[in-house]
């Protein structure tokens, strides 16, 4: 662990992120398209700048439709909805059903 306070508060956010994100990436189709989807919509960020606008807005569509995809699948929301949802008091399914009873530390891939 590191020894300054900042980069200790950093390496347990990023350990909790990664345990949070596991937990709700446990679907084996799920977790795997998402591999493919973030880094298509990553790269449609500065494909909207460095390409025609329509490259960018069409990786970062399609990496969002494939993780939406994902989601369907295993049975969650997709995690940037979570937040809009209960802010207008909706109900939001965080971690599949068939999967909330299992550890999120060591997820199972179905």
């Given at each position: 662990?590191?020894?300054f306070p900042i980069a200790r508060k950093l390496f347990r956010f990023a350990k909790r992120a990664r345990r949070n994100w596991l937990a709700r990436h446990q679907n084996a189709f799920n977790f795997w398209i998402h591999m493919v989807g973030i880094p298509?919509?990553?790269a449609g960020v500065p494909l909207l700048f460095a390409a025609d606008w329509e490259w960018g807005a069409g990786a970062l569509a399609l990496g969002y439709f494939l993780q939406w995809v994902g989601h369907?699948?295993?049975g969650n929301d997709v995690g940037e909805l979570?937040?809009?949802k209960?802010?207008?008091g909706l109900?939001?399914?965080a971690i599949a059903p068939?999967?909330?009873?299992a550890d999120p530390g060591t997820p199972e891939r179905a």
């Open positions: 662990m590191p020894s298509v919509a990553v369907r699948v295993e979570i937040p809009l209960r802010l207008l109900p939001v399914v068939r999967y909330a009873a």
